[in-house]
């Protein structure tokens, strides 16, 4: 199977069955977004969502958390994976946007880096989801499915990862495709036991097909 034939068929088994793919991370505008995908580092959208409702509340733009102290927002986030970094990150990207950006969240990648706490991961997520821009987002589950289906070759860092994918993978189709790979990430292509026979791709899978190879030996 060529990489194209491979890219084509798993690209056509989520459109058909997986057409409308949408973050789990709760949100009701694009600040709240931010402050979400910020929290969701090396932390589950399950968490982060049990957490947010009493933030979004107390803060509901940038200027209001601008103002707060990191004694006022450290409660509501204390159960957070590395809770006084993010408090930290949540206000000073807070009065960043205040401060260079009118309190307007910023609509392209290198504004949107200039935001503390906001990697280039954090950023891609914002295009993508907010905007609906071609904008791949790598983080844990993208660059494990990603290497293990066969659709990059053993890359070695996220950002290797993302420049394959975005070469293959039509404009249009990419914001799509960053929910794809993460929600099978969660649910089937699992990191410690993917769950193959219940896969709809196992047929387009560089692993399945290699797993195959050796029970049949």
């Avoid at 844990?140 to 070759?153: A, E, M, P, Q, Y």
Wanted: charged share 25%.
């Amino acid at each position: 199977m060529t990489q194209k034939e491979r890219y084509e068929g798993i690209i056509a088994w989520f459109s058909e069955n997986m057409p409308s793919p949408e973050t789990e991370l709760h949100y009701d505008t694009p600040f709240h977004l931010l402050l979400a995908v910020i929290l969701s580092a090396q932390c589950t959208d399950k968490r982060v969502n049990i957490v947010t409702p009493p933030l979004f509340e107390a803060y509901p733009d940038a200027y209001a958390l601008a103002s707060a102290t990191e004694e006022e927002v450290f409660p509501y986030i204390k159960s957070v994976t590395f809770p006084n970094n993010k408090t930290r990150h949540l206000i000073r990207a807070a009065r960043t946007l205040v401060e260079d950006f009118g309190g307007e969240m910023p609509s392209d990648i290198d504004n949107l880096m200039k935001l503390p706490g906001v990697g280039r991961k954090t950023a891609n997520v914002m295009l993508s989801v907010v905007w609906d821009k071609a904008a791949m987002a790598v983080d844990t589950h993208v660059f494990r499915v990603s290497n293990r289906i066969g659709l990059t070759n053993n890359s070695k860092t996220p950002l290797a990862t993302e420049k394959t994918l975005m070469r293959h993978i039509p404009a249009g189709t990419v914001p799509k495709a960053h929910h794809w790979l993460i929600l099978h990430g969660r649910y089937v292509c699992k990191a410690r036991k993917p769950e193959c026979e219940d896969c709809g791709i196992r047929g387009f899978c560089k692993f399945y097909a290699t797993e195959t190879r050796k029970k049949d030996k």
